[in-house]
């Protein structure tokens, strides 16, 4: 029989090494057959800026320029997700909200479309970011605005009007998609980017994404306490000294940064934020300092390892992640919440 603590540290030490095991195959595997010496070669070479002649240089492109931003890229956004979720969750005190429930994904996602649409991507790679980002803000504004009232804000309504936030965000983004339809390869970009994926990510990516990421989940691991008081009821919160106002406002903002940066780098990618923070919560307990380091590389873990599903069994069909994650995540979240049911009954 393992502690509690005992069992915390083994999930911990088994999601590090999953993520660490999964991070190397992401580096090793691809249709171009690299030998693994050759790997550590290019790895050491670019940590220590040296050169090694008997590598080809195509080889270390392949390592540098295609499969590690990649990886990186899968495992932060992963993580980004699954840590807003849980946040969310932990804020309204609902097993099934998600970075989608605001409307703050969908936002990001039309901000992103814009920006394809108008041809702004085409112009710079910060662009879409840089749109995913408004239209998040844009988003969670008017959501936020609707929900509160004389400096009170109802969680109902602030879900409710989220849902409808998001019900309008993907008809705007349907709209545009039907005005470029005349132009197919506009069409194409934006049919792939809502369905998400990791193709063509490079360095710049790499830059939008992990300093953002890095930086919220340091803030938010401060906020771990006030997480805890949360989750117990808003006016336990206040009766303790928490300003329940200015802690959800400023978790919101985190969280949407977070989205928006992981929504412009990987596009659509649903229910990691949704499933993630629900197996961690249901096997390490209610606390946030343990929850967000374990949804940190749950979440990396889960998205890392939906894209080397596809790469591993899909290789030569173009299937988007986005679509993996929904198949897995659906099934597995419907079978929680029954499995939930039949212990509650």
Known sequence: MFSKSGTVQLVIMLLTALCIGLTILGVLQGPADIPFINIGVILKNALFNASESSVPNWQTSIICDVRLPRVIIALFAGASLALC???????????????????VSSGASLGAVIAIYLGASLVSAWAIPLFAFIGASISLTIVYRVASNRGQTSVATLLLSGVA?????????????????????????????????????????VLIILPIVVSGFVLLLFYSKQLDLLLLGEQHALSVGVDVRRVRRNLLIISTAMVGASVSVVGGIGFIGLVVPHIMRLLLGPAHRLL??????????????????????????????????????????????????????
Do not use: E
Not at 87 to 93: D, I, L
Not at 172 to 196: C, E, F, H, P, Q
């Open 85 to 103: 979720g849980l946040v969310m969750q932990g804020m309204f005190r609902n097993p099934l909200a998600s970075p989608s429930v605001l409307g």
């Open 165 to 205: 936030m998001s019900a309008l965000n993907v008809a705007a983004t349907s709209l545009l998609l039907a005005l470029s339809l005349n132009n197919w390869d506009v069409a194409r970009m934006i049919i792939y980017w809502t369905m998400g994926g990791l193709d063509g990510r490079t360095w710049d990516h």
């Open 292 to 345: 967000l380091p374990a949804c940190l590389l749950a979440g990396a873990i889960t998205l890392l390892g939906a894209d080397l599903f596809i790469s591993s069994f899909f290789s030569k069909q173009a299937i988007p992640l986005g679509v993996v994650t929904a198949a897995l995540g659906a099934p597995f979240f419907l079978f929680l919440l029954i499995k939930q049911r039949f212990v509650l009954s």
